[in-house]
């Protein structure tokens, strides 16, 4: 879920009407490669993403600015339409980002990416390993014992889990020269809507708005899909708490030797709503909601006091109602006491 409290900053590009102001809002695939040349803040109550899109897009003309992209928004407490909103400008012939020289750690002679470079790059390998690890530089260190073995110039290790005592984790390997991932957009179509198989029939560049085959997620990395690629076992390492200690090693057995075969997209990391009977739903950004035609609205008013409770009781309506997807378009606050209206659009 994308918090309401944070609510779909980027996505509004797609759906606000700001067109009658000259500085337009940038998106984050579109301001990662522009230098900005100033960033700036707006303060005010908004009661909706229009209302601070446009304050910053009034207050970046004024600084001639062309383009902005909005960082992030903070919230007042005690009154959710009190915003700090902070944005970067950029001028209509802005240079190109400068790429800055990297930093990072290194164990065992390998390099430790952080997730927003890993993520965008492809691994050709995974790593698996159970076992006990005191401290963060152990386990780090029997990742790049792992990693250096296999011939690895960077490593990331992105999901733990704890196993009592003991630690599991898993781990992505990359060349030097890794390949760029083919990622999923953001406010992709989802591939198995109404909308995405009419754009997949349309063909080119709606098509081009559908989740595609062999991209990948842009938030996440898919562990099944590369253990099944890679055909990779978890390594349960028995580590005496002596450094001179040799380490013994057993793998635990694969179900199959024959990498699983992925033809459908890996799905976009959304917000899931699960109902006590198995049921499930997923919420779309604004950017994906408006590339699609909802089939009904329906609002409901109440008292509810965190975001989860509104994607919940909004997943649960939209269930009822026979929608596989559901998007909250607009939460208004009643002028007097404590409950807010929520309407929310329903997609097949």
Known sequence: MISLKKTLIVATIAASPISSFAAQQLNEEQAKDLQSFKQITVRGA???DNDYVMAMSRAADKEGASAFYITTTNISPSNDTLRIVYAKLYKSDAPKAVEVAENF???????????SKAIRLEPFNIVRIRGYFPSE??????????????GAYAFYID????????????????????????????????????????A???????????????????????????????????KVIDQSTTKTAQTKVTETASADATPAVVTEPQRLTRYTVTLPDGRKIQELNDATAAKMIAFDTIKFRGYYVTDHEISYQAGKRAIENGAKYYHIARVAHDTKGPNITVFVDLYK
């Open 46 to 48: 908004f009661y909706t």
């Open 105 to 115: 750690r290194k164990f065992e002679g390998v390099f430790e990416y952080p997730k």
């Open 137 to 150: 530089i152990d386990l780090n260190q029997a990742v790049a014992k792992e990693a250096l073995a296999k």
């Open 159 to 198: 999901s733990r889990s704890e196993l009592g005592s003991n630690i599991q984790v898993a781990a992505y390997l990359f060349k030097k020269d890794a390949p760029e991932r083919k990622l999923q957009p953001e406010n992709a179509i989802p591939y198995d809507s109404e909308a995405g198989q009419l």
């Open 200 to 234: 997949l029939a349309q063909g080119g560049e709606a098509a081009m708005q559908v989740e595609k085959p062999g991209y990948y997620s842009p938030s996440a990395f898919n562990e099944k899909f590369y253990a099944d690629k890679f055909n990779n076992k978890v």
